[in-house]
């Protein structure tokens, strides 16, 4: 006989309770609890708390400069700026991504001209920089969405073709790798989230990496004290801003600087925790025909932010993608349907007068921002109606992973049951 849906009444699957996050301990609470006992509660030069974050980030990504932030949003601004980026130019990016990523660009005085992925993908499509660029376009922001790796071997191929440095955005991916390389070290600049509910945390804050000692200097500028500027703005083009930056006042807080600090020294261990728990699940699953994941390169390693799967109703008795995501739920697993909505068609980005308040609609070169139509990505529409996102834990967790592949075998074998559900009104 076979055991009741939750959905239907019956008792869930999962019993055991998905792990808190972020995992804090003692380290975190001591490292938090020095700064405030210091009475160092804020660093506007370059400072001990945030110089110890940003030299072990340094040593942990292998990159000469790093620089903190308070938000990841800022790193991105202040990497546009780094780059050249500035007041009527264009900088491409993937419209499926998370809005904040967009929206820096307006920051920086630009304007955003978003694209498309890949078919079947979640990066910015390489061919969609070689059909929007125009001689405006200064810049292009690569996302690892989802964890998962853009394509960079295509992407960096393209923009070299037409002389445009590569930002990659790594929000969601902290401590991945491209073909043995981190995310983040591959283009000309890595921005960073350490926002409470990514890979790893500050609570707020940002950071960016970068080889490059000039755009480095220029990164400073936008957000940074005059003591920092000062002290670090040592090329002769950039002296002219020790006196003043842009002041958006972007420096990373101590308390978070500490935190971030204690959690890096996490990192190795919580990924690869995650790694047992995904290759776990994947492993329980695998025979859910329609239940598939992203295929990454050779010699890579994905980052963890909401780890996608494809979802095919065809395979599934035509059962809805959200449907299914329901009824998974409802025996608790930790699973959702998309990640985010179409950017492109949200009222901000469609209303030039709503736009309007907050940033610059159109420049006096003659670049101006132009909404999306409707349909104008297939390919990221054609993601959206697939995906399917898991919480992966940052600690082993067999049990709950168990049961939670018992939850999702559960479902996968009443689908017929699932069609017939009516919700209740």
Known sequence: MREQLALL???????TSYPAYPLIDAEEVCAATRVVMSRSLSEVGRGPYVGELEDALAAYFGVPYVLSSSSGTAAIHSALFAVGVKPGDEVLTANHNWISAIMAIFHAGAVPVLCDVSDGGFSLDPDEIRRKVTPNTKAVIATHLWGLPADMDGILAVAKEFGLPVIEDVSHAHGGKYHGQFFGTIGDIGCFSLQGSKAMV????????????????????????????GREMILDELTPFNAAGGMWTY??????????????????????????????????????????WPEIPADSVRGWYGTPAFYCSEKANGISRDRFVRACQAEGAGLQGEGYCDWSQIPLLHDMALLSQLVTVKHANGVEFTPATAGAFPHNEAIRQQMLLFSIPAVESPQLIDQVADALHKVADQLDAVQEYQPAG
């Open 251 to 292: 420096r990373m807080h101590p308390v978070a600087a500490a935190i971030a600090t204690a959690q890096l020294a996490k990192l190795p261990g919580m990924n690869a925790a995650r790694q047992a728990n995904f290759n776990r699940l994947a492993a329980r699953i695998a025979d859910i025909p329609f239940i598939t």
């Open 9 to 15: 009444g019956g008792q869930p699957a999962v019993t």
């Open 202 to 229: 500050a609570g707020e804050g940002g950071f960016l990496i970068t080889n490059n000692e000039r755009y480095y200097q220029r990164a400073i500028i936008p957000g940074s004290h005059t003591c920092r500027l």
